[in-house]
């Protein structure tokens, strides 16, 4: 598993929630699921669609420059696990980053 923060200082200003949407929307990206995270707009999201075979991967958009990228691979025995341990471990980062703030 894999939890990426993206600050400003990264993203240089770039909305990067809505760039990925423009890369699905352009064919880039076979994926792009959107949900709500922890009252935060996400979206599961990929070149391809892995989810059958154990690979997750969300993106939350926590502020207009800040994203939060979780994901989960090799998840070949459980494959169903992958996508409810990336939102619960992207749940428990929110929280966390909502306690520091």
Not at 35 to 60: F, H, K, M, T
Not at 61 to 70: G, T
Not at 93 to 100: K, Q, S, V
Request: glycine letters at 4%; hydrophobic letters at 40%.
């Amino acid at each position: 598993m894999t939890l990426t923060l993206l600050t400003s200082e990264f993203t240089q200003g770039e909305n990067v929630f809505s760039r990925a949407r423009e890369l699905h929307s352009q064919g880039a990206l076979t994926l792009w699921e959107e949900l709500d995270v922890s009252e935060y707009p996400a979206a599961y999201w990929g070149i391809q669609d892995n989810r059958q075979r154990g690979d997750c991967a969300l993106l939350v958009a926590v502020s207009d420059q800040d994203f939060l990228a979780v994901s989960a691979d090799m998840y070949l025995e459980e494959p169903e696990s992958a996508c409810l341990d990336v939102e619960s471990v992207t749940k428990s980062a929110i929280d966390n980053l909502r306690e520091g703030s």
